[in-house]
């Protein structure tokens, strides 16, 4: 009886020994796993707060203010709903086409046998050579948001830009960022305000074509042009009796209808970013 429970005893130690190594290993290993994958996610966070330039081309709708009051491009503010890696470079100018924006000084005032505004000049404007300067300008991870339409529509060079030049100036732009890995997004013209009755309604030219070129390229587009109708009719802009300077209208617009004051600029920035995370394109993550 003696040697039984010995034998006995001896097999309970072994078990509960290889039972508490098993616990061990097991417990190890747990810790190695989530040691892992703090690791990982230690690297998604890093990688995710990599700075990120996004650089603006457009006009007056989009561009800094002068010295006045008014007007107030939206990209002006749109830095303002990024956390601090990212940095806004607003190239937009004032009286542009996206072709006089990208040959800035070398469009002529003559049309050729095509119809379009013929070029003294292949050479590319300043603040376009500048975002494609390797060093500088820009890299990869970093974005390129284009709204033009509304000078383009001038019937007169050297603004004057047809559909066809149109699509085929905005696929150069969208390429030269694809090769530098930075990431396109295009947008329709935002609107001006003008009233049907009770309604808003769109006024913008350029729209299937900004849409043509997204399709082609596989670029995003922020339909700008209809978040801002929508937004108009939200706040009751209309009906209208023709006075911008005051009310509702003059504390959003400048007194023509067209360009934005601090308030309608800081709006229409709002949409553009609202639209970039409904689309949720991987900027969304450094939105406010």
């Not at 796993?33 to 890093?46: E, L, Y």
């Not at 700008?224 to 005051?246: A, E, K």
Request: net charge positive; proline share 4%; charged share 15%.
């Amino acid at each position: 009886m003696k040697n039984l429970r010995t034998v006995v005893t001896t097999v309970l130690v072994i078990a509960l020994s290889s039972l508490g190594l098993g616990a061990a290993s097991a417990a190890d290993g747990a810790a190695t796993h989530c040691s892992g994958n703090s690791a990982t996610a230690a690297t998604a966070a890093r990688a995710a707060a990599q700075p990120v330039t996004v650089w603006l081309a457009g006009d007056s709708t989009m561009a800094n203010p002068g010295s006045a009051r008014c007007p107030v491009g939206w990209g002006s503010q749109f830095d303002a709903l990024f956390n601090a890696d990212v940095t806004v470079r607003n190239q937009a100018v004032g009286g542009r086409s996206i072709q006089t924006w990208m040959y800035e000084g070398n469009v002529s005032g003559t049309k050729g046998s095509d119809g379009e505004c013929r070029l003294t000049s292949n050479g590319y404007s300043s603040r376009w050579q500048s975002m494609l300067n390797a060093s500088t300008g820009m890299k990869a991870g970093d974005y390129l948001f284009i709204q033009f339409g509304i000078n383009d529509s001038s019937s007169t060079c050297p603004r004057h830009v047809g559909p066809t030049r149109y699509r085929q100036l905005m696929t150069t732009m969208v390429q030269a960022a694809l090769a530098r890995g930075a990431h396109p997004v295009l947008l329709t013209p935002v609107a001006a305000i003008t009233c049907s009755g009770s309604t808003a309604t769109k006024n913008r030219g350029f729209v299937n074509e900004t849409f043509a070129v997204g399709s082609a390229t596989r670029a995003p587009v922020v339909d700008l042009q209809s978040l801002s109708v929508s937004l108009y009719n939200s706040l009751r802009f209309c009906p209208h009796n023709g006075d911008y300077g005051s009310g509702p209208v003059g504390a959003f617009f400048c007194n023509d209808h067209t360009h934005f004051e601090s308030y309608g600029a800081q709006r229409i920035a709002g949409l553009v970013a609202g639209d970039v995370r409904r689309q949720n394109l991987p900027l969304a993550a450094y939105l406010r």
